[in-house]
């Protein structure tokens, strides 16, 4: 490099400073005659950074967050990875992706919120970083308003313009409409708050509008106590039947017929029924 001070070319311009211009250090000569506009500040936050040597003059990041959150690093690196892997991301590639499952499930015991372990600490670091008492998973995304409204999107998007897929859906279907899974949920509601089998925020929300919001089943009455049971009445066979809210609302997710009278518990009816009595039956509760 050349020496600005002595016009000369030197090998170990460092050096150089060192031992013939001891007036002057390798900071003081870098921001003199090097230094351009922006040196001695991280690119994406603006902080100041400290001198490194005169070869590579200042740090350009903070950390790592600050490097991997410019768009230039982040498109440099994208490019490096397809041209040596094929693939945009790692976690398009069927090896990274197999290699992560393999790790987390050996770590963690699950994967994502499968994990009990990953579950309880993404409830502990959100409330400690906000200050909350939230016990479950779903409470944060439910206290947080942009938190839920990104993950809906997500979900959209992941599910090609609608909250659920179709193969989830029949899952979901298949698995909630069970009478073991009906049980089990009735079990822990009662667990969870005793004879009244609804929190009292959800009893309060159903107080307030019960027959508006369960109008397509023609609700006539619901007891908060025991079962939480709700009195209907049957536009296809014309009798008042009752069915815990629980089973309702499975039922009505699963586009079952609701009424136990013409769809006994157990029977999944709806499942059996042909297009003609699909169509009745819808007809018959408009």
């Known amino acids: 490099m050349k020496c600005k001070i002595c016009n000369k070319e030197y090998a170990h311009l460092g050096l150089h400073i060192n031992y013939q211009h001891k007036d002057i250090n390798q900071k003081e000569y870098y921001d003199r005659y090097l230094k351009e506009d922006n040196d001695g500040f991280c690119h994406t936050c603006g902080k100041p950074l400290p001198f490194i040597n005169l070869s590579k003059g200042y740090k350009h990041y903070c950390d790592s967050k600050c ?4 768009s230039c690093v982040k498109e440099k690196a994208r490019k490096t990875y397809k041209l040596r892997t094929g ?5 398009h590639n069927p090896e990274s992706k197999a ?5 987390t499930e ?3 015991g699950g994967i994502g919120f499968a994990s009990k372990e990953l579950v309880q600490k993404a409830v502990c670091t959100y409330n400690e970083q906000n200050g909350t008492d939230v016990k479950s998973i ?3 995304s439910h206290s947080n308003q942009e938190i839920e409204r990104r993950r809906i999107e997500t979900r959209i998007k992941n599910n090609g313009g609608t909250y659920i897929s179709d193969k989830h859906r029949e899952k979901l279907n298949e698995t909630s409409t069970r009478p073991e899974t009906i049980e089990k949920k009735k079990l822990t509601r009662k667990k969870r708050y005793g004879d009244k089998y609804v929190s009292d925020t959800a009893y309060e929300k159903l107080k307030k509008k019960p027959y508006s919001t369960y109008s397509d089943v023609n609700l006539v009455n619901f007891t908060r106590h025991g079962e939480g049971l ?4 049957c536009n296809l066979c014309g009798n008042d039947y009752e069915i815990d809210l629980m089973t309702l609302r499975t039922r009505r997710d699963a586009n ?3 009424c136990t009278i013409c769809n006994p518990i157990g029977s999944h009816v709806f499942m059996s029924t042909s ?3 699909r169509e009745l039956y819808d007809y018959s509760g408009n």
Do not use: R
């Not at 693939?87 to 976690?91: I, S």
């Open 67 to 70: 490097e991997l959150s410019d």
């Open 106 to 108: 050996e770590k963690y």
């Open 256 to 258: 079952q017929i609701p």
């Open 87 to 91: 693939y945009d991301h790692n976690m």
């Open 99 to 103: 290699m992560v499952k393999k790790t």
């Open 275 to 277: 297009n003609e009595e």
């Open 230 to 233: 709700c009195t209907c009445h």
């Open 138 to 140: 779903c409470m944060i």
